[in-house]
């Protein structure tokens, strides 16, 4: 059943969380658009955390054991774009 602007949607008006105290992340419908937008739940950041130089070890150098003779060249190696 398609939903009607007027209905209530998820965490809204009807329900048995009326009495529940955390907050909720905001559904906003956009005109035109296929997919709702989702606003920042309460308390939260929306902006990704970049990663910093040197925090994490290459691939390379993360893998534990013995190596072969062509892991090198199998990890520099790179798929050709199609």
Known sequence: MPSS?????EGEGEGGDEGESTPRQLIRRV???RRARLEPA???D???DAPRRGDAPSSADSTPGPRGENDDRLRQDVPPHW
């Open 42 to 44: 309460p308390g939260t």
């Open 46 to 48: 929306p902006s990704p």
């Open 5 to 9: 602007p007027e209905a209530p949607r």
């Open 31 to 33: 005109a035109g658009s």
